[in-house]
């Protein structure tokens, strides 16, 4: 009898555990679908803010240059050039000076920023590691999934083989960040953003209390080293 009762328990909490972890599996799915389906919607919100953006900041394809903006670009071609040990190419800088003093966005954060996502290598056919969104692709590390609304949003075209060059890729860069900052008026919320998404950096908030990630830190402590005063025509 004690032996039947022994059994039946042993069943019974077989059962009882079997339940417990499919109905933990079946909340831990229904958690993992409204990260998803949020992460969906901020970036639909995503999207809608940057058309709004974008369209009362008309981008130019075209970087309109003048004597002065130039001078000060070929200063910042050669900083980076020499700081890069050559990686950083010159005339890469002088398209990141003249794009950063259209939009008024420091080039050395751009520049900062470029390296993390590269590794300090400056790769132009940089490929990130898998993820469940896929593979980041060239400087700027954009994921395909993305790149393309980016693209259409800053008015530039978009093709794949577009992510590995090096011009497009800071232009890019320069274009996100730009609307990025004004959102958030914030180098911090901003860079977080870049590197997680706006869901990655209102879930990073939520768990840490700020949005002063690694990511955010490490760049505006290396930009600090240089020195850049914008120029208003």
Do not use: C
């Not at 002065?68 to 950083?88: C, H, I, M, P």
Request: net charge negative; charged share 25%.
């Amino acid at each position: 009898m004690k032996k039947f009762i022994f059994i039946s328990l042993i069943v019974f909490l077989s059962f009882v555990t079997g339940f417990l972890y499919v109905k933990n599996d079946q909340l831990h799915d229904t958690v993992k679908e409204k990260e998803q389906l949020n992460e969906v919607l901020l970036l639909n919100q995503e999207m809608k803010e940057m058309q709004v953006y974008f369209a009362k900041q008309p981008v130019s394809t075209e970087v309109a240059a003048n004597y002065n903006t130039w001078v000060r670009s070929n200063e910042l071609a050669e900083q980076l050039y020499e700081d890069s040990e050559g990686k950083f190419k010159k005339e890469w800088g002088l398209f990141l000076g003249e794009l950063a003093q259209q939009r008024d966005v420091d080039p050395f954060i751009v520049y900062e920023l470029l390296r993390t996502e590269t590794g300090g290598r400056f790769d132009p056919n940089a490929v990130g590691p898998e993820t469940r969104y896929g593979h980041a692709y060239g400087m700027g590390q954009f994921m395909k999934n993305t790149a393309p609304w980016m693209a259409e949003m800053a008015g530039l075209p978009y093709e794949e083989e577009l992510l590995f060059d090096p011009l497009y890729s800071i232009q890019l860069s320069v274009e996100y960040l730009s609307y990025l900052y004004s959102k958030y008026e914030n180098w911090d919320h901003a860079l977080t953003a870049y590197h997680r998404g706006m869901y990655g950096l209102e879930k990073y908030i939520a768990e840490n209390g700020h949005a002063e990630s690694w990511y955010a830190v490490e760049i505006q402590e290396n930009a600090e080293k240089f020195e850049w005063v914008a120029y208003n025509p």
